[in-house]
């Protein structure tokens, strides 16, 4: 473990290296931490059209802010080791004899796991706190919102490739249009008849795989109204890309009156359609 | 040259001399039995389905494809004569391990147990499936430079898609385990050959197969699955998707038979002192590998079973309305996927700290810390296959302990990051186009890694996942990081496998120019995916539009790199051949101290290992290794 060598012509500049590769990233990690958060924290989505958007924004900015340091810790060493402890010429040099050290190699990993750690408690208490954060959580949600309770229920049923919507609560009439009221906690059932697909309503941060056979439960409340986009985030076949919609976040008023007026208008086809269920087992459809 | 001392196995022994060439079993002889084969198969398995209300119901016919699929496998293995060893033991014929070692060219059109032989073979082989792979990534993104499908047929997207994942992560898989391994542990370890030299051969012609078996997913009407072959889209598919099955399942079992003959010869053919703590690095993450192959790649195998009776018999272990379920695949394929992913990330660990410090002219930093990273990303790497699935609806109470374990990985991810630092150190750098790999290594890994800690975040992974944000990620991981690797370590050691010298100065080039142009290409994905556009689409938000476009000339530009390569490799190995020395770089490691290209048997005598491969600095370091009386190194070029 001897650091210097006979052989060895002495390190130009002094030993110092350290001290400057430590300096130069707390002067890039002051500087570049704040821009992320507050320059271009703003422009990170998902935006702020429904209250699981801004969790995940917020989250989304946070673990930004926090992999700032790592990337320019490494980067910094990184750009001082190629500027420094190069060899110019045909010469070859043998640099010292260093194999290890025991004292940093377990700052590292102490280091290194308090991080991890923190991410892991940290990611857990946002994903409870937040009501599962827009995501899938299965047929029975570990995590609710306060007010999931008196949640409007909305189930969607993905097949190739198309995006239909019940709403159980109004005599289980199927649309084509995906409405919301703003304001108001909202309960997805999300499922599939055929392949797998994913509903993905982006401004609203709200992603749910549709499984054949299961109930995939997610929570959104919009902020806001105005329209969001509905897409397939999981390949089910041909038109993957084009299993797209666009939905509408509607005042109390309005969606009273979308929702009487989708029921009126689909009354034949609702009575012949299956009763509801979060569930359906059509018949499947095999090898082309 | 065609006449051997080890002709027992060859039931031919005169020809016209017209047909030496093609005496004997050999590459021809397996595509004239694997087609045979097809057509024996097809017609079998036609006459066995032709009453089933599974085949009847549909315009293609599942388990006549299969067959002849399977058929086509056996007469490819029999071509290739790998049934005369087991049936000469049963009839009680003389055997050799050794076959076709110094037939000349055609050793390498055949069944050869030179492990340096074999090592070539898949460097070729994997090579070309890796532009055809790239080929169609250009495809892909020529078609992306309209928000709209335009040139390419939305099915043959999706085929293209499904052929360029599927490609590169079955030869990329084998893309280091193969070449480098095959090549270089029996060297580094001071054996003269692989623990099965047979298998060795087998796994190699066997990932040949796989790859034209993919490829024929094209004349079968292509397959709509991407490469995770999700069901019950698996189920409703073409039979285009039953050449991904028995392709898959091919590079399955090989992956599984690398992963026995390396941890075999690892354990039990190294040369005496080579104790454990003298292994070079890459021969660790060969070890590392080659455990996650054995125990991943069985349940891929297993899996793609269960899809064959699905889809040729109509058994439902994935249908959800008579009984079985989609989550089932999902999760036997992510316990093969996850680790799968790592047997693309180890190599590239090994390759990087094994020139690390050549070229710093120093101590691996970290020796054993790095060896305990490996075998940590290794083991955790069985334990977090669920984050793939974190909206999926499956086991949703588990999510916050699949978030843990996934972020545990970066632990012993970031132990290699530590290494490399320690070994860059005040170092000695020399910027040869390997180091420069190893260095660009960090860089894109360093993204990769960071990318998938939002990705391992529930929260996070709800607006990322199933976007381009996804597909950057594992493009940094697993091209930035293993392609990188693997390019520093093709520069590195094909002057030893070939004897040549590789051109610095067009290296250079096509270092530059693929670091720069797959940064500008895979970055702005990342945005992509944040901005909303899902994986696999041919078309897209039109704001998204100028954003794509500069991906995709930034791809271009990225191939036309790989061009820079190919021509490389093309100019110095075949035109200039320009004779390398036995040890270009000073390196201190066992195989850099044998002549270029190193002579059929490795060693005269197997030589006595002194010390590891890493002691540069110490004034009083011994020799790596003593080759007794005679010094080979001092043979440099003399074959």
Redesign the interface.
């Known amino acids: 473990m001897s650091e210097s060598?006979?052989?060895?012509p002495p390190?130009s500049a002094g030993p110092r290296?350290g001290v400057r590769i430590f300096a130069t990233w707390a002067i890039a990690t002051a500087i570049v931490v704040p821009v992320m958060i507050w320059v271009v924290g703003p422009h990170?989505?998902?935006g702020s059209t429904s209250q699981?958007a801004r969790?995940?924004h917020d989250?989304?900015v946070a673990?930004t802010a926090?992999?700032m340091p790592?990337?320019l810790m490494?980067?910094v060493?990184?750009g001082y080791?190629?500027r420094n402890?190069?060899?110019e010429g045909e010469v070859?040099?043998?640099?010292?004899?260093?194999?290890?050290?025991a004292r940093?190699?377990a700052t590292?990993?102490i280091v290194?796991?308090v991080m991890?750690l923190g991410?892991?408690v940290?990611?857990?208490i946002?994903?409870?706190s937040?009501g599962?954060?827009?995501?899938?959580?299965?047929?029975?949600?570990?995590a609710k919102p306060a007010d999931a309770a008196s949640a409007l229920q909305v189930q969607v049923i993905g097949q190739q490739w198309e995006w239909t919507f019940r709403y159980p609560g109004y005599g289980g009439v199927e649309t084509t249009e995906l409405a919301l009221p703003v304001g108001r906690e909202v309960e997805f059932h999300?499922t599939s008849l055929?392949?797998?697909h994913?509903f993905?309503a982006?401004e609203l941060?709200?992603?749910?795989?549709a499984?054949?056979?299961?109930?995939?439960?997610?929570y959104v409340k919009a902020l806001r109204t105005g329209s969001f986009?509905v897409?397939?985030?999981?390949?089910?076949?041909?038109?993957?890309?084009?299993m797209n919609t666009t939905g509408s976040v509607l005042t109390d008023a309005g969606f009273a009156t979308w929702i009487a007026n989708e029921q009126k208008e689909n009354a034949a086809v609702t009575k012949d359609l299956p009763p509801y269920s979060h569930?359906y087992?059509?018949?499947?459809?095999?090898?082309? | 040259m065609e006449s051997s001392s080890v002709s027992v196995h060859r039931t031919v022994t005169s020809r016209p001399s017209a047909w030496r060439a093609l005496r004997g079993y050999n590459v021809i002889w397996a595509t004239a039995l694997a087609i045979g084969g097809y057509a024996l198969g097809h017609w079998l398995g036609s006459k066995i389905g032709a009453n089933s209300v599974?085949q009847t119901?549909?315009?293609?016919d599942?388990v006549a494809i299969l067959m002849g699929l399977g058929f086509a496998t056996l007469g490819w293995i029999a071509g290739l004569g790998f049934l005369s060893y087991p049936l000469g033991r049963i009839t009680g014929r003389p055997s050799t391990l050794r076959e076709r070692e110094e037939h000349g060219p055609w050793r390498y059109f055949s069944l050869c147990t030179d492990h340096k032989v074999v090592a070539i073979q898949y460097l070729v082989a994997v090579l070309f499936f890796f532009f055809v792979a790239g080929l169609n990534a250009m495809f892909i993104r020529g078609e992306l430079t309209s928000d709209n499908?335009t040139f390419i047929q939305?099915?043959n997207y999706?085929t293209l898609v499904g052929l360029h994942g599927t490609m590169m992560l079955m030869m990329m898989s084998a893309g280091v385990l193969g070449p480098l391994g095959n090549y270089l542990v029996p060297i580094m370890i001071g054996s003269r050959r692989m623990a099965f030299p047979r298998v060795e051969s087998l796994t190699m012609w066997l990932t040949v197969l796989a790859g034209f078996v993919l490829l024929s997913a094209i004349l079968l009407g292509g397959f709509?699955?991407?490469w995770?072959g999700?069901?019950?889209?698996a189920?409703?598919?073409?039979?285009g998707i039953d050449a991904y099955i028995v392709s898959f399942m091919l590079i399955g079992i090989s992956l599984a038979l690398v992963g026995v003959n390396m941890i075999a010869t690892i354990i039990t053919m190294r040369a005496p002192g080579m104790t454990w703590s003298r292994l070079p690095i890459f021969v660790w993450g060969m070890l590392t590998t080659s455990i996650l192959a054995v125990l991943a790649a069985p349940v891929l195998a297993a899996a793609l079973i269960m899809v064959i009776f699905d889809?040729a018999v109509?058994t439902s272990f994935f249908?959800?309305?008579?009984g079985g379920?989609?989550?089932l695949w999902d999760e036997l394929f992510w316990f093969f996927g996850h680790p799968e992913v790592y047997i693309l990330a180890l190599p590239g660990f090994g390759i990087v700290l094994e020139i690390l410090p050549v070229f710093?002219?120093?101590?691996?930093?970290?020796?054993?810390?790095a060896v305990a990273g490996m075998f940590g990303v290794a083991l955790l790497s069985f334990m977090v296959w669920q984050h793939h699935?974190?909206?999926?609806?499956?086991?949703?109470?588990l999510?916050?302990f699949y978030?843990?374990s996934t972020?545990?990985i970066?632990?012993p991810t970031?132990?290699i990051?530590?290494n490399g630092?320690?070994t860059?150190?005040?170092?000695?750098?020399?910027?040869t186009v390997p180091m420069l790999f190893s260095?660009a290594f960090?860089?894109n890994f360093?993204?990769g890694g960071?990318s998938g800690?939002?990705l391992?975040?529930?929260?996070?992974?709800?607006?990322t996942?199933?976007?381009y944000f996804v597909m950057a990620h594992f493009h940094y991981t697993i091209m930035g990081g293993l392609v990188f690797a693997l390019m520093g370590g093709i520069y590195y050691w094909l002057p030893k496998v070939t004897g040549f010298k590789l051109n610095e100065k067009l290296g250079k080039v096509h270092f530059w120019t693929m670091f720069v142009f797959f940064n500008l290409t895979f970055f702005p994905l990342f945005a992509a995916g944040?901005?909303?556009m899902?994986?696999?689409?041919?078309?897209?938000?039109a704001d998204l539009h100028t954003l794509n476009v500069f991906v995709s000339i930034a791809a271009f530009c990225l191939g036309a790199s790989m061009l820079i390569f190919l021509g490389n490799l093309v100019w110095s190995v075949v035109f200039k051949r320009e004779r390398a020395e036995a040890n270009p770089w000073?390196s201190l490691s066992l195989e850099w101290q044998l002549p270029s290209p190193v002579p059929v048997h490795n060693f005269d005598r197997i030589p006595t290992i002194n010390s590891d491969p890493?002691?540069?600095?110490?004034?009083d370091a011994p020799a790596v290794a003593d080759f007794g009386p005679r010094v080979l190194a001092g043979e440099a070029g003399a074959t």
Not at chain 1, 132 to 142: D, Q, R, V
Not at chain 1, 205 to 209: Q, T
Not at chain 2, 57 to 60: F, I, L, M, P
Not at chain 2, 456 to 463: L, M
């Open positions: 060598s006979a052989a060895l390190m290296h990170i989505p998902p699981q969790d995940q989250v989304n673990l926090l992999a790592v990337l490494i980067w060493y990184f080791a190629v402890f190069r060899q070859v040099v043998d640099g010292p004899p260093i194999t290890g050290n940093i190699q590292w990993l290194t796991s991890v991410l892991a940290f990611g857990t946002d994903l409870l937040t599962g954060s827009g995501g899938g959580e299965g047929p029975a949600p570990l999300v055929d392949v797998a994913s993905w982006y941060a709200v992603k749910a795989d499984i054949p056979g299961s109930d995939n439960v997610a986009q897409r397939c985030a999981e390949l089910c076949g041909l038109w993957h890309g084009h569930v087992y059509p018949a499947p459809l095999r090898n082309g | 599974a119901s549909t315009d293609q599942d499908a939305a099915g999706l709509p699955t991407g995770t999700y069901a019950p889209l189920d409703q598919a073409r039979a889809r109509e249908v959800a309305a008579t379920s989609p989550f710093a002219r120093k101590p691996l930093w970290g020796y054993r810390l699935l974190f909206v999926s609806g499956i086991n949703a109470n999510r916050p978030m843990f972020e545990l970066s632990i970031g132990v990051f530590l630092m320690g860059l150190w005040r170092a000695r750098i020399r910027f260095l960090f860089f360093l993204i960071l800690v939002f391992s975040d529930v929260s996070s992974d709800v607006t996942h199933g976007s944040m901005l909303g899902p994986r696999r689409v041919s078309s897209y938000n000073q890493y002691g540069y600095g110490f004034p």
